[in-house]
C-alpha cells in the first residue's frame, strides 16, 4: 500500500491533467506538480494507476472525444484539434485502437463503448483503508429526506454477476469497468445505478446485485457482449437522500441511510414495502449530493 504523501502527489498529477486536458502536458509539468524528479514521477503515476502518464493521457482525451461526438455534431477534424492530435488520421488510429472502430461510425450510430473512467488514487486509497477509520466519533442524527417517484415501463441495459449480493463482491466478480460502458449509453433515460435485482430477475447461477442504466422502450442499439437488455415494468420507488458528506466519510454516510430506511414506516405515507415489484437501486455515491437509494413501494389501497 501507497504512503500518503504518495498517493497526494499522484492525486496532484490526476487534477492537473483533468484542469489541462485540451493543452499539451510535459512530463516536466507534471513532476513539478507532484514535487518529483520526471523519472520518478512518472514511475509512482504508472505503479499508481496502471498506466504511464501519457497512455493515461491519451486514453482520457479519447474518452472524451468520444462523448463529444456522441453528443454534438462536432466535425471529426475539429474534436481532433481540440484533443491536441495532429491530424485527422492520427487521431482515427488512435481512436480505433482505444474503442474498436473509427470515430467516423462511432458518431453514427454512438453504440456502448467502454469509456476511460480513471479513479481517483486517493478514493482507491480511502476504500482499502475504510476499516482503518477510528470509530468512536460521537454518532450525531443525521436528516434523510424522502419523496416518492413514479417511473414508466422502461428497460434496462445490465451485466449480471454471479453470486454478489454488494458492490465491493460485485466487482471482483465482474471487475470494476461496468460503469465505463453504461455511462457510455447515450440513449441513457438516467444516470447508471447499481440494482439488487428482485427474485423474479434474478436468472439461476447469477447475482442478485448488478449494475445497469435505465433505456427507453424502444431501445435498439447494440447490446455489449457479457450484458443484457430487460424490461422492467412502471413502478413507485421511495427515494431517500442523505446529507451532503465529505468523501472520505461515504461508508459511513451509506450506513446511515441504510440505518434510516430499516426504522422507516413507509405506512406514514400510505406506502408498504413491495421489494419484487421493481429493483432496489443506488446511485453513485457521491459526498455533495449525499448518498441516494431507491426502494420498489406500492400504494397501500392500491388495487382496491
Request: net charge neutral; hydrophobic share 40%; glycine share 6%.
Amino acid at each position: 500500500m501507497y504512503e500518503a504523501e504518495t498517493i497526494m502527489a499522484v492525486q496532484r498529477m490526476q487534477e492537473y491533467i483533468e484542469a489541462n486536458i485540451l493543452k499539451k502536458i510535459t512530463l516536466k509539468e507534471l513532476a513539478n506538480v507532484a514535487g518529483y524528479s520526471p523519472w520518478h514521477a512518472a514511475r509512482l503515476f504508472k505503479e499508481a494507476t496502471g498506466k504511464a502518464p501519457f497512455d493515461y493521457i491519451r486514453a482520457l482525451r479519447l474518452t472524451k472525444a468520444a462523448l463529444l461526438l456522441r453528443d454534438s455534431n462536432e466535425k471529426i477534424i475539429d474534436v481532433a484539434i481540440d484533443f491536441v492530435f495532429d491530424s485527422h488520421e492520427g487521431f482515427t488510429r488512435a481512436f480505433s485502437k482505444e474503442f474498436g472502430m473509427p470515430p467516423s461510425k462511432y458518431s453514427k450510430s454512438t453504440p456502448p463503448i467502454k469509456l476511460f473512467m480513471p479513479s481517483k488514487v486517493f478514493e482507491t486509497y480511502r476504500v482499502f483503508h475504510k476499516g482503518e477509520k477510528e470509530m468512536s466519533k460521537e454518532n450525531n442524527t443525521k436528516s434523510v429526506f424522502v419523496q416518492v417517484i413514479e417511473r414508466p415501463a422502461r428497460k434496462v441495459l445490465l451485466k449480471r454477476g454471479i453470486k454478489a449480493t454488494e458492490y465491493f463482491a460485485y466487482c471482483e466478480e465482474v471487475g470494476c469497468d461496468v460503469w465505463s460502458v453504461l455511462t457510455s449509453v447515450k440513449e441513457a433515460l438516467y444516470e447508471p445505478i447499481g440494482m439488487w435485482l428482485p427474485k423474479n430477475l434474478i436468472k439461476e447461477g447469477t447475482s442478485q446485485y448488478v449494475q445497469g442504466v435505465e433505456v427507453p422502450l424502444d431501445y435498439a442499439n447494440k447490446i455489449p457482449e457479457g450484458y443484457e437488455l430487460i424490461e422492467l415494468p412502471p413502478c413507485k420507488l421511495m427515494i431517500f437522500q442523505g446529507e451532503a458528506y465529505n468523501d472520505d466519510d461515504f461508508m459511513e454516510a451509506i450506513d446511515e441511510v441504510w440505518k434510516h430506511i430499516e426504522k422507516f414506516d413507509p405506512t406514514i405515507y400510505g406506502y408498504k414495502w413491495a421489494p419484487e415489484a421493481a429493483p432496489r437501486f443506488q446511485l453513485a455515491p457521491m459526498g455533495y449530493r449525499g448518498y441516494i437509494e431507491a426502494r420498489p413501494v406500492e400504494a397501500i389501497n392500491e388495487g382496491r
